[in-house]
């Protein structure tokens, strides 16, 4: 089993969709849930940290299951600009960060 | 953004040669990585420094070296590769393990 495992899409989307990207991992140890975000032929960056209680950071919410060792990312109002690669970051507190291959989202118009 | 800087961003190297690759941060961080991304590939953790001291070491073959001389800097020495080792090579730092990372842009290495 992966460590980290996300469905690859492709996800092609209107403008102003709704979509929601899912994640689960191995690790009941994990500590540290992330989100980032890759464009095409750049480096990942952080798009949101993860936590128990769920957070919002604009268009985009985040929520952890713990229990079922699950973690979601949702984009509401989607815009061109919101294509790219997202991936799912689980850590352990002995700063090991384990990466899923990405789920990739095309927006179009 | 330059808190993470990665030099050369290009790099094509024959089986043979030895080469060096270079990131810095200075975003003031403790802990640094190096990761490998292959197509079609999830990022592979490769090495963890935290406090200069390597914690994190994947199996990952003899012929990539780390050094990490201070908290700054991080260097991944190249010798003898395969072809199969051509990728990009990620750099990245981060100050707390609930923090995230950091990434930098990358070198490109081609191995031929």
């Known amino acids: 089993r992966k460590e980290v495992e996300q469905d690859p899409g492709p996800f092609n989307v209107p403008e102003g969709a709704t979509v929601a990207f899912n994640c689960t991992y191995s690790n009941s140890a994990s500590q540290s849930f992330f989100w980032y975000r890759q464009d095409c032929r750049k480096e990942p960056k952080l798009l949101m940290s993860?936590?128990?209680s769920g957070n919002e950071d604009g268009r985009f919410t985040a929520q952890l299951n713990r229990a079922s060792q699950y973690i979601s990312l949702l984009i509401r109002d989607s815009k061109l600009s919101d294509s790219a690669t997202y991936l799912c970051?689980?850590?352990?507190?002995?700063?090991?960060?384990?990466f899923g291959a990405g789920t990739r989202l095309t927006v179009k118009p | 953004e330059t808190g993470v800087t990665q030099t050369p961003r290009h790099l094509v190297m024959g089986m043979t040669n030895k080469k060096s690759l270079k990131c810095e941060q200075h975003?003031?961080?403790?802990?640094m990585y190096w990761y490998k991304q292959s197509a079609k590939k999830p990022l592979e953790l490769m090495f963890v420094?935290?406090?200069?001291?390597?914690?994190e070491n994947n199996s990952v073959p003899s012929r990539f070296s780390p050094e990490c001389p201070n908290s700054s800097h991080l260097f991944l020495h190249l010798h003898t590769l395969q072809p199969e080792d051509s990728a990009l090579y990620l750099c990245?730092?981060?100050?707390?393990?609930?923090?995230?990372?950091?990434f930098g842009q990358g070198t490109r290495l081609t191995v031929v």
């Open positions: 990245a730092s981060s100050q707390d393990w609930r923090d995230g990372a950091f």
């Open positions: 970051v689980v850590g352990t507190n002995n700063n090991d960060m384990r």
């Open positions: 420094y935290s406090l200069e001291e390597r914690v």
């Open positions: 993860v936590y128990s």
């Open positions: 975003l003031g961080h403790n802990a």
